[in-house]
Structures are given as C-alpha cells and as structure tokens.
C-alpha cells in the first residue's frame, strides 16, 4: 500500500515535470520560428524531442500496469498545462530583438 501511494506520487510528479518539458518547449518553439533560418525542420525537430520525452515517461509508468499511476501522471501533466498556459499567456518576448543584438 505505501509502494502504491509513493508510485502514485511520483507518477503525478513525473507528469508535472513533463509538462513543463513539453509546453515550455512548444512555447520557445513558437517564439523562435519567425527568426529561424528553417522553420519547417526546427518544428519538426522540437516536435520529435518533445514526444520522444513525452514517451521515454510513460515508458517508466506503464510496465507497472496500475491505472492509478497513469491517472495520477495525466493529472499532473493537464494540471501543468493549465498553470503554464495562464502563465505564459500574458509574457510575450521578442525573440527577434534578442537575437539581433547577438
């Protein structure tokens, strides 16, 4: 039982750490493709990472098999994307003027 509940804590701290992974790469991608050089081959790109690291998580949650764990991941991981889309809906950086300054 207290393996069960520790998995499930991890799980949804997995998800949570994910998330963040994923929609704060999604967020970066969309601010750097109107200066990128291949915008086509950087989304795609960022695309690719952003599932493989996606699946590498669910990869350590699904062998055990407990649909508790996968709740408790997909819980942290929408929570997650909730937060961050209210966070980073009002941050809007100019990328482009960065990157002139380089």
């Known amino acids: 039982m207290a393996n069960d509940i520790i ?11 994910l998330s963040i992974l994923y ?4 967020w970066l991608t969309v601010q750097v493709l109107p200066v990128s050089g291949r915008p086509a081959f950087f989304m795609a790109g960022s695309f690719l990472m952003r599932i493989a690291a996606i699946l590498c998580g669910l ?8 649909w508790k764990s996968f709740l408790a991941f997909m819980l942290g ?3 997650m994307r909730i937060v961050l ?7 809007h950086i100019n990328f ?4 002139k300054k380089r």
């Open 7 to 17: 998995f499930i804590v991890l799980s949804l701290a997995n998800g949570i750490g």
């Open 85 to 91: 889309i209210q966070r980073l809906q009002s941050r």
């Open 96 to 99: 482009r003027l960065l990157l």
């Open 77 to 79: 991981f929408l929570f």
């Open 23 to 26: 929609f704060g790469g999604l």
């Open 59 to 66: 990869y350590v949650i699904i062998p055990h098999g407990e």
